[in-house]
């Protein structure tokens, strides 16, 4: 059964530290999105790429997230330095192409003190 | 701007009855158009997708979606409500062949 595969699940950290969170993508898939998810502003689109190119990363914090594919199985999103406002669920979801459905993993929830 | 709103935050149905979720988008162009359901801890499951062509979508785990264009409105719609199905809704959208956008989420509660 194919799954997107998103490590760790939980990561709790003191402000200031980096963090790295995982994905792998479902194999095949040539769309990959990164999301993240709080009860304030609910699931907000961070970057996405397609064939490992980064498409859009406007949604993303350029002075301490970045965003990476170093190959097609695995994709990173990094925080540094991490900061308590970063404390989220993060999702990733992967499908064949844009404007399709999207698979999702399981996401990290990221606790940042 | 382009935006999806989902205007109930919470319902509250009992079980066996019909349940009807509501999304609404903005866009001039038909876009793709999505129900996805998240359970608590988990991800996020597709239950339904509109593209074209017949405008009534049926998913998953018994539900169906209406795509409105006069009313700019993809509402999802079950007819008997199960306690499993207690959850979070996300509609979702689709512009111009790129990323997808989602509402801010209903969450169900059901009554026994």
């Known amino acids: 059964d194919a799954r997107v595969t998103q490590t760790p699940r939980h990561k709790v950290t003191e402000m200031g530290q980096e963090v790295t969170m995982r994905c792998q993508p479902i194999?095949?898939?040539?769309?990959v999105f990164w999301y993240r998810q709080t009860m304030m502003q609910g699931l907000e689109l961070l970057a996405y790429f397609r064939n490992r190119a980064p498409l859009d990363d406007s949604g993303m914090p350029k002075d301490r997230f970045s965003a990476e594919m170093p190959d097609a199985t695995l994709a990173t999103l990094k925080i540094q330095p991490s900061e308590p406002r970063d404390s989220a669920v993060y999702f990733c979801?992967?499908?064949?192409?844009?404007?399709?459905?999207?698979?999702f993993g399981s996401g990290t929830q990221l606790s940042v003190l | 701007a382009q935006s999806v709103t989902q205007p109930d935050i919470h319902i509250t149905v009992s079980e066996g009855a019909s349940l009807e979720l509501r999304c609404n988008y903005s866009?001039?162009?038909?876009?793709?158009l999505f129900w996805y359901v998240q359970s608590p801890g988990q991800g996020l499951q597709l239950l339904l997708k509109?593209?074209?062509?017949?405008?009534l979508v049926q998913g998953i785990k018994g539900f169906e979606a209406e795509f409105k264009r006069s009313q700019s409105s993809f509402n999802l719609r079950k007819p008997s409500v199960h306690w499993s199905d207690a959850a979070e809704y996300f509609c979702a959208v689709v512009y111009n062949n790129n990323d997808m956008r989602f509402g801010a989420g209903t969450r169900l509660t059901v009554k026994p």
């Open positions: 979801a992967s499908g064949f192409r844009l404007g399709t459905d999207l698979f």
């Open positions: 866009y001039g162009a038909t876009p793709y």
């Open positions: 194999l095949g898939h040539n769309t």
């Open positions: 509109y593209f074209s062509g017949d405008t």
